[in-house]
């Protein structure tokens, strides 16, 4: 325990972090949104999709606009459609989404009464015509007229003041649904708002019931809940989902429930029960005294019917028959539409549809006041737990114990969901798992960092750094023990170095070595390559080891042509600082070669040995004799058919009985000029010629080469042998190789 003091502590103040916002005392944005955004998936997992067939909404929308006139329609339609709805389909509850705030002048009784006030006033026959049709002009009479002794629950809304300006209000509110003194000696965290648009007030009186159509809209714009009580000047007002339900039941008592004793005076308000004489109905709430919207499904789940269709009596008589409707818009010109778990763009009244099959089939999530203490309790057993064992498991084992904590408290999560029907917060014990679990891997990282410094002591001085970090990564697959295995090889060496190094002191011939050297060796490194040794002007490197490299071949083909590319870049340095121009020569080779540490008891070192390595040797030693700058191997030129190749001769080095064939690279495959290529053909014909001992033939051929490229040594070296050996035949038994007797 003392070893892993500092991670213990470390994860416990992470755990008292998260539990500082389960506990109430700050918010944590990530938790917060965490949880909101893991409701909405477990909202959306569990939708039953399907509406409930008590419930039809009658939409005013675009259909209705085009065929019945814009919104606002005249209160004598409106009057029409609660006969039609009541009269003719016998609907059962009626409820507004929308407000009738101001007088409706739509029948020009207005001018009528003006024109009998001025132009008419003494025509005494006008004003019995007036007075025989007012009746039949009072639309906003004629509309209450139709709203009294049915079931009509009509919709407003609240709302807060603008900066200091005093909040506006209009309209009639209903009567309080309870008396505030009920709360009183209570906390409670009604929603409050100081404003209110409300309906006529002869439209009001004549009405069932009313009730706000606020929601309460989450910090990232989501409506999720429906605050069913809210608070304005000291009264209490009921939602229109709830209004509705009641209205539904005859309008049964309201009885709100509370935590504690309610003759103690405390604990929070948690359920409101609607007490009707078959069974009490009874809806869940949370600290705002909000229920959450138990949403059934994406948009238009529930039946929707064109209001046009209901005037026109085109719907049948059982698609409103003892049905509630509910009277919104999905038009979207009337702005009202919401963003919800189910829909970005949803109308506001199938929200309330939501809400009042949630009540009546008292299917509503709930999210006690307790459920916060447990939430904390929860936590702290998982954060304390996890803090303390966690460091001292394996990387595995401690990825096993967090997939175990996870897959509890998920499964607790969603039981609680299932079969409780409470939505308790799920992002906290998720995120206290995944921190510590992340905390103690990150510790783990550094036991891996002092393995990757251990590799890099090993390797380091010879391969580049991205090697070393996979090396430490897979510290497995390197061993510095003996092995045997296909690589390749890289020689390079500056020609004419005795000679440079002669016209140098000793502190330039240092600053020369430095400066040509660190370009190439950046190659290799680019290259994948492990540096062997410098021997004084001479770099050997290697490819396929420590680290295994599939194209081990093709790297150290592509490092020797940039290290060629990258020393004539440095040229005009060289020249700028009164340095003579450096030029190499470069050998390659594949085959099997032993890897791994070799020496003394006194010194021992990673690197490579075979006849592999020795060829490759020897091919970096004869470019000079031929005037080109690299040479490899027949085995890498058939590894690397990516690369375009002048096959320069076959040949038989110093120490090997066997001729090999030796190629120039040129380019890379699709780099290579057409000329280039019709060039390098024509030297092959050469070759060809030359092998049959066609003197006369391979002569003429090498004249029209030497006209292609004038400067090219290696046409010059067959122009000589071929003028020998037409003087100095091999014999009928020449098999066309040469042999150098020195390395």
């Excluded at 150290?556 to 060629?564: K, P, T």
Aim: aromatic share 10%; hydrophobic share 40%; proline share 5%.
């Amino acid at each position: 325990m003392k070893k892993h003091a500092l991670l213990i502590m470390m994860g416990m103040f992470a755990v008292l972090l998260f539990l500082g916002d389960a506990a109430g005392f700050y918010r944590l944005g990530f938790v917060q949104y965490g949880d909101v955004q893991l409701y909405d998936y477990r909202l959306r997992l569990s939708l039953p999709n399907k509406g409930d067939d008590r419930i039809v909404i009658l939409d005013i929308d675009e259909k209705s606009l085009k065929q019945e006139g814009r919104w606002p329609w005249g209160r004598d339609k409106m009057a029409k459609l609660m006969d039609s709805l009541f009269d003719k389909y016998g609907v059962a509850v009626v409820g507004f989404d929308v407000v009738f705030a101001e007088p409706d002048n739509s029948s020009g009784l207005n001018v009528l009464q003006a024109l009998g006030e001025k132009q008419f006033r003494d025509v005494e026959q006008y004003h019995s015509v007036l007075n025989q049709i007012r009746p039949t002009l009072q639309y906003d009479a004629l509309f209450a007229e139709r709203l009294k002794g049915r079931k009509v629950v009509l919709g407003y809304y609240f709302s807060n003041s603008e900066s200091d300006k005093s909040a506006s209000k209009s309209g009639a509110l209903p009567a309080p649904v309870l008396p505030a003194d009920v709360f009183r000696g209570r906390t409670v965290g009604f929603a409050s708002w100081d404003g209110y648009g409300a309906n006529l007030s002869e439209l009001q009186a004549s009405a069932a019931s009313a009730g706000h159509f606020n929601p309460l809209v989450d910090f990232d714009g989501v409506v999720r809940r429906i605050p069913m009580l809210v608070e304005h000047a000291g009264a209490i007002y009921e939602s229109l989902s709830l209004a509705v339900v009641r209205s539904v039941l005859d309008m049964p008592k309201l009885l709100p429930g509370f935590a504690g004793e309610q003759n103690q005076g405390y604990g929070g308000l948690e359920w409101l029960t609607v007490d009707a004489a078959q069974g009490g109905l009874t809806i869940p709430l949370d600290a705002e005294v909000s229920a959450l919207i138990p949403y059934r499904g994406k948009r238009s789940t529930f039946k929707y019917i064109s209001v046009a269709d209901v005037l026109s009596g085109k719907v049948e008589l059982a698609a409103l028959q003892n049905k509630i409707v509910l009277v919104g818009t999905s038009a979207p010109g009337l702005m009202d539409m919401r963003s919800t778990p189910v829909g970005e763009v949803y109308p506001g009244v199938e929200v309330h549809a939501n809400m009042i099959s949630g009540i009546l089939n008292q299917d509503i999530k709930q999210h006690p006041s307790y459920m916060l203490g447990a939430n904390v309790i929860l936590l702290l057993i998982i954060g304390v737990s996890l803090s303390v064992l966690l460091p001292l498991l394996t990387p595995i084992r401690g990825m096993l114990l967090s997939l175990v904590f996870l897959a509890g408290d998920v499964g607790l999560n969603l039981s609680l969901w299932n079969y409780a029907d409470i939505a308790m917060p799920m992002a906290g014990g998720i995120l206290i798992i995944l921190t510590l679990f992340a905390l103690n891997m990150s510790f783990g990282y550094f036991v891996e960092s002092r393995a990757k410094r251990q590799i890099t002591g090993l390797f380091g001085q010879y391969v580049p750094g991205e090697l070393v970090d996979e090396m430490a990564k897979r510290p497995e697959s390197v061993s510095m023990e003996g092995d045997s295995r296909e690589m390749t090889i890289l020689f390079s060496d500056v020609r004419s170095f005795t000679t440079i190094s002669e016209g140098l002191d000793p502190k330039e011939l240092s600053l020369l070595m430095n400066e040509f050297l660190t370009p190439l060796s950046r190659v290799i490194y680019k290259q994948r390559g492990t540096i062997d040794k410098y021997m004084g002007d001479c770099i050997m490197a290697f490819w396929g080891a420590p680290l295994p490299d599939t194209d081990h071949a093709h790297h150290a083909v592509l490092a020797g042509m940039e290290m060629q590319r990258a020393l004539d870049e440095a040229q005009p340095q060289f020249r700028a600082r009164g340095w003579p121009e450096i030029h190499i020569g470069v050998g390659v080779n594949t085959g099997r070669v032993s890897v791994g540490n070799m020496g003394s008891e006194v010194r021992v070192a990673y690197t490579v040995m075979g006849d592999a390595v020795n060829l490759a040797s020897r091919l970096e030693g004869i470019t000079k004799e031929y005037g080109v700058l690299m040479l490899v191997g027949e085995t890498t030129k058939q590894a690397t058919p990516q690369i375009v190749y002048r096959e320069v001769d076959m040949v038989r080095v110093k120490g090997k009985e066997q001729p090999v064939s030796i190629f120039e690279p040129i380019g890379v495959s699709g780099e290579v000029g057409k000329e280039k290529i019709e060039e390098i053909k024509f030297f092959h014909q050469m070759l060809r010629t030359y092998r049959k001992q066609d003197w006369d033939k391979a002569d003429l051929d090498l004249l029209s080469l030497q006209n292609m490229s004038p400067d090219c040594k290696l046409y010059k070296v067959y122009a000589e042998r071929v003028t020998h050996y037409r003087n100095s035949p091999p014999g009928e038994n020449w098999d066309g190789v040469f042999t150098f007797k020195t390395k």
